[in-house]
Structures are given as C-alpha cells and as structure tokens.
C-alpha cells in the first residue's frame, strides 16, 4: 500500500509570497495528481503528472520519479489561493488513488 | 456544460436505516469514481466504475456498501444499516475515459450524518 504524506499541514503566508506544497510517497506511482479543495468544500484537480513539471498560470507542479517526490508551488500567491491542496498517486495498472492528508493554505492580504 | 451533480446535498439519518447517494456523472464520462471524506480525515477511494462494470470495488469498508452504475451513466452508492462511523462526505467524480488520459472532476458531495 502506497503511503503518501505531505508537508506542511498547515501553511500561512503573507500575499505575493512563493509557496512550496511537499508531497511524498513510498511506493513506484504511474502518476501524481494535485487537488485544490475549496473552503466551500468543492475539489478540483489541477494537475496530472508522471514526470517533469507542468506550469498554469500561476501554479507548478514538478515530480521527480527517482525520489519519489512532488511540489507544488504558487508563485504571487494571492487570498484567493487559500485552500486545501491534497496530494494524490496511482499505482500502475489501476484507476485506484491513494490521498495525502492535505495541506491547508491561508494567504493573509 | 452541466458538471458532475450529486443528490442528495444534505441527509441526515438514524442509526440501521439503509440509504441511497445518487451522482450524475458528465454527459459522455465512462469512468465514475465514488470517495468518502470524513472529519478530519483524508479522502479515501471506494470504488471504480468503467461504464456499468466496477473493476475496483477495493475501497468499499464492508458488505454494508454496494454502488451500481446504469445506462452507463447514473450511479447510485447503497449502504445499509448505517453506523455512526459513516458519517461523512461522500464525493463522486467522473473522467472521459479514465485517469491515465484524462483528469476527474468531482461533485459537490453527499454530507452524511448518522445519528
């Protein structure tokens, strides 16, 4: 069973600050999944990945298979950031996810 | 276009009754994904749908819970004799094929409460 953490838990940061969201996991992944939870409680995904980095907006999220790690960064972060961004693999041949605990973001204007 | 929509939004409901969640996938969604979100706890994975097959049900905690899928499209998440511990958001999503191709995209979640 893949076990994935991520860190912080809880993260506060002032506007306009450079954010890194940590995430990782135990076992060989087929790819990484970056969630945004809402304070509303509505989730969107916002990244798929397997290797490399992929970049919208103002967002990046880079994996590196070897070390079994993934960030997720926010650059010029702003409150409308605020949220719980969640962590999420797939192991290969499955459709099945295992989640991080999450990481509750608040950006203070 | 009409995004993954989940029904009830809210239901409450005493200990040993048996209910129903209902998601309505986006229209064309092969693949339909059921998670539960408990307080202060992580999502977790339920089961997996490809059209009306589950080819996953490894997530499902007991033989309380059961989930079909019609018509390739509505899905509905049964569990009988509910307990306390089952309170929780219950949150289905759906992809247009599956996540090796495609991101999901999630409901707004059934909210649970067993009294």
């Known amino acids: 069973k893949n076990e994935v953490e991520q860190s912080p838990q809880n993260l506060t940061a002032q506007e306009g600050e450079f954010i890194t969201i940590n995430c990782s996991y135990s076992v060989g992944i087929s790819a990484l999944h970056w969630l945004q939870q809402h304070p509303g409680g509505g989730i969107v995904s916002l990244f798929m990945l397997s290797s490399g980095k992929k970049k919208h907006g103002r967002l990046i999220a880079t994996i590196n298979i070897q070390e079994k790690h993934s960030s997720l960064h926010i650059t010029a972060s702003h409150p409308r950031d605020s949220a719980v961004y969640i962590c999420a693999v797939r192991d290969f041949g499955n459709e099945k996810l295992t989640f991080g605990t999450g990481t509750r973001l608040t950006i203070i204007p | 276009g009409a995004g993954v929509s989940q029904s009830p939004s809210n239901k409450v409901t005493e200990k040993g009754k048996d209910v129903e969640l209902r998601c309505d996938p986006i229209?064309?969604?092969?693949?339909l994904y059921w998670y539960r979100q408990s307080l202060g706890q992580g999502l977790e994975f339920l089961i997996y749908f490809q059209g009306n097959s589950a080819p996953d049900k490894s997530g499902l905690p007991s033989d309380r819970f059961s989930a079909e899928r019609t018509g390739g499209s509505v899905s509905t998440l049964t569990i009988q004799r509910t307990q306390q511990e089952d309170s929780a958001v219950y949150l289905c999503?759906?992809?247009?094929?599956?996540?090796?191709?495609?991101?999901?995209?999630f409901g707004p979640g059934t909210r649970l409460t067993v009294t």
């Open positions: 229209s064309g969604h092969t693949a």
């Open positions: 999503a759906s992809s247009p094929i599956g996540m090796r191709f495609y991101e999901q995209y």
